[in-house]
């Protein structure tokens, strides 16, 4: 599924745009201003951009020409007609005001991102950590460890998200469809598994479990 990155300082509208995108199946990810959204694009690509423009520090404007490749919905407050324009004619793939309706922002995502589809072939990589295509294998420091076919799934959506919290149930709606024998209940286990095997092979990787929340791939 889609990774979508929220840039909002308001932590109200960004909790609800996240819990709302979560449940329709999308990873996302989130910054609170302009300069950490910079960093976040640095360490991972998402499929689309929901940017406000009232950001500290660079702010949605100074931000919008150094975001290539990837379609940004400006999500704003601002209503005039130019600066909308401006925006649209400077890179921005679509723009709605605040407050709007969440079906029509829903809908306005869809829109962007149909067609766009991840590579499931393309290498995916984090610190010493390299998975290249459906191959249950992983790369460590060049040695390739062998993974059953839930492990491989949950170290993609994982490696995809990088030193972000990934919900439970974002793991479990994202890779269900493949993978029968994960639940609910063996969800931990998976992990745990998955865990052993990459320090056994050495890895500077470790899977954090955030205590009611879900899981996060961090670099210790």
């Given at each position: 599924?889609?990774?979508?990155?929220?840039?909002d300082d308001d932590a109200d509208i960004g909790n609800l745009l996240e819990e709302t995108l979560t449940a329709q199946g999308y990873t996302v990810s989130r910054a609170y201003s302009g300069?950490?959204?910079?960093?976040?694009?640095?360490?991972?690509?998402?499929?689309?951009?929901?940017?406000?423009?009232?950001?500290?520090?660079?702010?949605?404007?100074?931000?919008?020409?150094?975001?290539?490749?990837?379609?940004?919905?400006?999500?704003?407050?601002?209503?005039?007609t130019e600066n909308k324009v401006s925006l649209l004619l400077g890179g921005a793939a679509d723009y709605i005001t605040k407050p709007f309706h969440m079906k029509e922002l829903l809908a306005?995502?869809?829109?962007?991102?149909?067609?766009?589809?991840?590579?499931?072939?393309?290498?995916?990589?984090?610190?010493?950590?390299?998975?290249?295509?459906?191959?249950?294998?992983?790369?460590?420091?060049?040695?390739?460890?062998?993974?059953?076919?839930?492990?491989?799934?949950?170290?993609?959506?994982?490696?995809?998200?990088?030193?972000?919290?990934?919900?439970?149930?974002?793991?479990?709606?994202?890779?269900?469809?493949?993978?029968?024998?994960?639940?609910?209940?063996?969800?931990?286990?998976?992990?745990?598994?998955?865990?052993?095997?990459?320090?056994?092979?050495?890895?500077?990787?470790?899977?954090?479990?955030?205590?009611?929340?879900?899981?996060?791939?961090?670099?210790?």
């Amino acid at each position: 599924m889609a990774h979508i990155l929220v840039i909002d300082d308001d932590a109200d509208i960004g909790n609800l745009l996240e819990e709302t995108l979560t449940a329709q199946g999308y990873t996302v990810s989130r910054a609170y201003s302009g300069t950490e959204a910079l960093l976040r694009l640095e360490g991972q690509k998402p499929d689309l951009v929901l940017l406000d423009l009232m950001l500290p520090g660079l702010s949605g404007e100074q931000l919008l020409p150094q975001i290539k490749g990837i379609p940004v919905i400006i999500v704003s407050a601002k209503i005039d007609t130019e600066n909308k324009v401006s925006l649209l004619l400077g890179g921005a793939a679509d723009y709605i005001t605040k407050p709007f309706h969440m079906k029509e922002l829903l809908a306005r995502v869809a829109v962007q991102l149909r067609g766009r589809t991840t590579n499931p072939a393309a290498a995916q990589s984090f610190a010493d950590l390299t998975l290249s295509g459906d191959a249950p294998l992983v790369s460590v420091c060049g040695s390739d460890i062998r993974l059953t076919r839930t492990e491989h799934a949950i170290l993609k959506l994982l490696l995809r998200n990088a030193e972000q919290v990934v919900t439970k149930s974002a793991v479990l709606d994202q890779i269900a469809p493949d993978t029968p024998d994960c639940t609910e209940t063996s969800l931990k286990q998976h992990i745990s598994n998955l865990r052993r095997k990459l320090r056994a092979a050495g890895s500077v990787c470790n899977i954090e479990a955030v205590w009611g929340i879900g899981f996060r791939l961090h670099r210790e």
